[in-house]
């Protein structure tokens, strides 16, 4: 059993920054470095979406087009810990943010949420105009 956890979120105004952390535990020691993690969120009302993802040894990322150039997804597998860099924050990047680990063994990145077995409980994300 893998458990991935969430912090940083908050309520920030526009132009703002903020970054989310995502530790894991449990079970991770022998998948963690070997595996892609990623961001989702999900808005009120709304599909959860890919926003970020990372490859097992950080050589490949992959954003969505909406958060590309603002936000920065990087792992410390030292620290089994994946984080989110979010700058530019728009009040539209409002949303419950989730890391979720893959399915499959991570020398790519994964974007479709079925590529994601074990997902955190979500920190929330504010932005206000």
């Known amino acids: ?3 991935l ?3 940083g979120g908050g309520l920030v105004q526009a132009g ?3 970054r989310l952390s995502c530790a ?3 079970r991770t020691l ?3 470095n070997v595996i892609t993690l990623g961001w989702f969120r999900q808005a009120p009302g709304k599909e959860r979406e890919f926003v970020a993802s990372i490859n097992w040894n950080s050589a490949s990322t992959s954003y969505a087009d909406s958060v590309k150039d603002r936000f920065t997804i990087s792992r410390d597998n030292a620290k089994n ?5 979010m700058t530019s924050l728009k009040p539209e990047d409002t949303a419950v ?7 499959l063994y991570g020398r790519v990145t994964y974007r479709a949420i079925e ?3 074990y997902w955190g409980q979500g920190t929330q994300v504010t932005v206000s105009s």
Not at 97 to 103: D, H, I, V
């Open 115 to 117: 590529d994601f077995d």
């Open 16 to 18: 703002g920054s903020l």
């Open 30 to 32: 022998n998948v963690f």
């Open 5 to 7: 956890v969430e912090s």
């Open 1 to 3: 059993q893998v458990e």
């Open 97 to 103: 943010y989730f890391c979720a680990k893959s399915r």
């Open 24 to 26: 894991a535990s449990g």
């Open 81 to 85: 810990t994946v984080y989110l860099e």
